[in-house]
């Protein structure tokens, strides 16, 4: 929960400063080993603009929740005991109970256009927080259940478009693969992310 904090804590520092406000909801497709373990999620954010929205390279900061689901009620695997004699191969299986994940991003995108719809390249910087409760059991010897948290840093090139309205709304849809390792264990969490965001400009209105 802590790490939870910390992130709104630090993006509700950059909501003093700027009039650029939008909502940003989204969809996540976990791949790879993470995409073995947990369905694709809605998320939902908010998303703040360092830059007008009539300039051609617009920068912003978005914070987003997502909660993952398992694919399945449980996921068998084994484990070994060793001793004096030989190795023992004991069957064994997981139990992931739930997986939030806070995720803030920093996001520069460039529009190729000077018009009111132009196709869009960025890059984003993610600082992903997840908080989740895992039961590992080993048959006949040990059953063990963790509530914790973990901390991943990512980045992503994606690619979009932009309609802007006029100089107070525009829409971005934007599309890319995130790429995010955890800082404890390095442990990979790669997924898709489709992200729509509707932003005002306060200051035109």
């Known amino acids: 929960m802590k790490r939870f904090l910390f992130l709104l804590l630090i993006f ?43 300039e051609r390279f617009q920068v912003s900061y978005a914070l987003s929740f997502a909660n993952y689901k398992a694919r399945r009620d449980t996921f068998f695997s084994y484990g070994t005991q060793s001793g004096s004699g030989p190795t023992k191969y004991l069957p064994a299986y997981e139990i992931w109970s739930r997986y939030y994940m806070l995720s803030l991003r920093g996001q520069g995108d460039f529009l190729l256009l000077e018009k009111d719809f132009t196709p869009t390249v960025g890059f984003g910087v993610f600082i992903n927080s997840a908080l989740y409760e895992h039961q590992s059991v080993l048959e006949t010897v040990i059953s063990a259940t963790e509530v914790t948290g973990d901390t991943y840093l990512g980045y992503s090139l994606n690619v979009g478009a932009l309609y802007r309205i006029n100089d107070t709304y525009q829409f971005k849809l934007r599309a890319g693969r995130v790429r995010a390792r955890s800082l404890e264990t390095g442990a990979k969490t790669p997924y898709y992310l489709i992200d729509l965001e509707f932003v005002i400009d306060f200051d035109e209105l």
């Open 12 to 54: 509700c520092s950059f909501q003093m400063a700027w009039a650029q406000f939008g909502v940003n909801p989204a969809f996540t497709k976990p791949s790879s080993q993470f995409g073995y373990l947990f369905k694709p999620a809605p998320s939902f954010g908010v998303v703040l603009y360092n830059t007008t929205l009539d």
